[in-house]
Structures are given as C-alpha cells and as structure tokens.
C-alpha cells in the first residue's frame, strides 16, 4: 500500500502570527471579569439624620429657621409675670391671667420658650385678683354693719331707719325701748310697730332746768294735748309715753314727742282719731 507523503509547505509571507493563548480556567475567567469598585459619595458630618452644624444657612443639612428666633423667650409670658408679681395694683391681676393664657397658647408650637413664665403670672394674677375681690366684699359688709338694725321685738315690713327727731305726728315706729332713744325703725301703721308719735310740744326756752323738771312738765303737755286725739281703743290698750330732750340736746331741740305704746310686743293700726 502506497502512503502520500505532504510535502512541507513553506511560511506564509507577512508578519509572524502571535502565539495562540491558552484558555483560562473559569474561576480564572470570572475573576478576570470583576469590574472596579466604585468610590461612594462623601457622607456629610455629623450623625445620620442631623444636619451640619458648621454648613450655611439655607444649604443642605441645615434646617431653615433663622438663628435669631430659635429659643427666644414669649413676649407675652414676660408680660403676664410681669403682672402678675404687680398684682396688688387693681385689675392687673385679671390681665396677667388674660396674657398667660394667651401666652400658653402661642407656645404650643413649640419654637418658643417661656411656659414658666406664662403659668407664674396666671398664678400671682389669680391670687391678687382673689385678694382684691375679698377687700371689696369686706368692705361691703362693713358698710352694711356700719347702718342702724332694726328693732328684733317686731317684725319690719316697709320699714326705714330715721333719726328720732325726725318723727312727725302720726308716725308709727319700734325701736324706742331704751334709755337712750338716736334711732327708731319708721313702720307703716298697718304693719306691726310698738309705738306711735302722737304729738308733739315744744318746752320753754332758757337755761336747762333738770331732767326732774323737763319730764314733769313733758308728762302735764302730752296729758293735755294727748288724750283728745286718741281713739277709745287706744286709750284703753295703748299706754302714754314720751320722748323728751336731755342735758345735750336742750340748746338745740327742746321738743318733747308724746306717744302711745304697746304694753308688750306690738300693736296694729293706728291710735288717732
């Protein structure tokens, strides 16, 4: 059997072909393939979340309230302390508890200070308006303490606190049982009253003569002139009576008011004819 010889075959012309490259393993291959990291963006300083305290104002990271008003104390809540610690003066007390409250109300934001302030001034505003209103109450009753009270042995209706010399003929009235007579309770007649005015005579003038002589000449007028102008009930129930003047009052007033009087409690209507 014949075998076929090739004969060699010369170089190709041109440049040398570059030496084939081995395949690489695959391990070799993906690690070859691993693209380079890629450097992450800078971080701003601070913790994560907060801003930069060292940034602008108005950049990134910096929230956007001016510095002056951060922490700034209510204008208000100073106005209601202030108010407040002057309480004693009337009324100012009622406006620091108005400001305070006012106060509180604009600090529920929260971008303001001075909550302390606010509820110190409602406090002492409170307090001084409290004492005021409790001046003013004791005032009133010690006024109302201060007028003369009616006569406890009968029962006022209509009645009205008049000094004793201004008692006229005809007037009915309690409050004349003492020893010394200033102020009487006038009561109408048809309500129940002790005694009623029923004339009265004028004394002699000159030098004062004594009680003796002043309430034995008071007793013989009111007699006189009396008796004539009761009616007979009255003249039966009622008992004679009078009012006379004394050592001070003698320069004065000279006048002797003749009555009639309830024995004990009081009497109805009127004693006059």
Excluded at 48 to 62: E, L, N, S, T, Y
Excluded at 202 to 225: I, R
Aim: proline share 12%; with cysteine; charged share 15%.
């Amino acid at each position: 059997m014949l075998l076929a010889v090739t004969p060699e075959l010369p170089p190709p012309s041109g440049p040398p072909h570059p030496a084939p490259v081995a395949e690489l393993p695959h391990a070799a291959a993906t690690e070859a393939q691993v693209p380079t990291p890629v450097t992450p963006y800078a971080v701003p300083p601070g913790p994560f979340g907060q801003p930069d305290p060292a940034a602008p104002f108005g950049q990134p990271g910096q929230p956007d309230v001016p510095p002056s008003s951060r922490g700034s104390v209510n204008g208000l809540a100073i106005a209601a302390l202030c108010c407040g610690l002057a309480a004693f003066i009337p009324l100012v007390g009622v406006l620091a508890v108005v400001l305070g409250v006012v106060a509180l109300h604009q600090l529920r934001s929260g971008f303001q200070r001075g909550r302390g302030r606010a509820i110190t001034g409602i406090v002492l505003g409170a307090l001084g308006t409290l004492g005021w209103a409790a001046v003013v109450v004791a005032a009133v009753l010690g006024g109302a303490m201060d007028q003369p009270q009616p006569s406890a042995s009968a029962p006022v209706t209509g009645g009205s606190q008049v000094f004793v010399d201004k008692l006229a003929a005809g007037d009915c009235f309690s409050g004349g049982r003492t020893d010394s007579i200033d102020v009487v309770t006038r009561i109408p007649c048809t309500s129940p009253h002790e005694s009623q005015v029923v004339t009265a005579i004028e004394l002699p003038g000159g030098p004062y003569p004594g009680e003796a002589k002043v309430t034995d000449e008071a007793e013989s007028g009111c007699s006189d002139k009396a008796d004539s102008l009761l009616t007979d009930r009255a003249a039966a129930d009622l008992d004679p009576s009078y009012i006379y003047p004394d050592a001070d009052t003698w320069r004065g007033d000279r006048t002797v008011l003749c009555l009639v009087e309830a024995p004990s409690g009081t009497t109805t209507g009127s004693a006059l004819k």
